[in-house]
């Protein structure tokens, strides 16, 4: 059996990145609502925790946090400075489900996660399990169809006159 293909951080990284900025970039332009297959509907801000990548090796990575750092002079300052999403916090939900994670942008692992609260139907230890895992995936699905999302529009033919000239745009924005 032939192993399966693994992601390179290093030759795909910058998919993640921009895939974090896209994100920042629909929540402050549309609100952050996304339809994904199936008629539903998701919820995505980005919370209090930012890193930015470094231009270059010889920088140094930028890291804020508390409060909502995607309103402040620094990371408007970053983005035009060149540097990369790296890593942030997000806040997705679905109907009465909410969940928290860390995504890391090059490796897209998340870390840091919170699921939905338990429901009041959870009786026992293996229903709590079951509701929990189911939360789990809930969340994997959600975004790996954010990134479906991200990437069928990022691959498009007129994606750098169109797309990427208007997050060009809000980035650029004071």
Do not use: C
């Amino acid at each position: 059996m032939k192993p399966k293909a693994q992601a390179d951080p290093e030759r795909h990284g910058f998919l993640g990145e921009e895939f974090l900025t896209w994100l920042w970039f629909r929540w402050e332009t549309q609100g952050g609502e996304f339809h994904l297959p199936g008629g539903r509907v998701v919820g995505v801000a980005i919370d209090d925790f930012l890193i930015f990548a470094a231009p270059s090796d010889d920088e140094t990575e930028q890291t804020l946090r508390h409060g909502l750092p995607t309103r402040t002079a620094e990371a408007r300052t970053a983005l035009r400075q060149g540097r990369r999403l790296k890593r942030a916090r997000l806040l997705l939900a679905e109907g009465s489900r909410n969940w928290s994670a860390t995504l890391d942008a090059a490796t897209m692992m998340m870390s840091g996660v919170k699921l939905p609260e338990d429901s009041q139907e959870v009786e026992s230890d293996g229903d709590r399990n079951r509701e929990r895992s189911a939360n789990w995936l809930l969340l994997l699905e959600i975004v790996q169809a954010l990134y479906g999302m991200f990437l069928r529009e990022r691959l498009k033919g007129d994606y750098l006159q169109k797309g990427a000239e208007q997050q060009a745009q809000w980035m650029a924005q004071e």
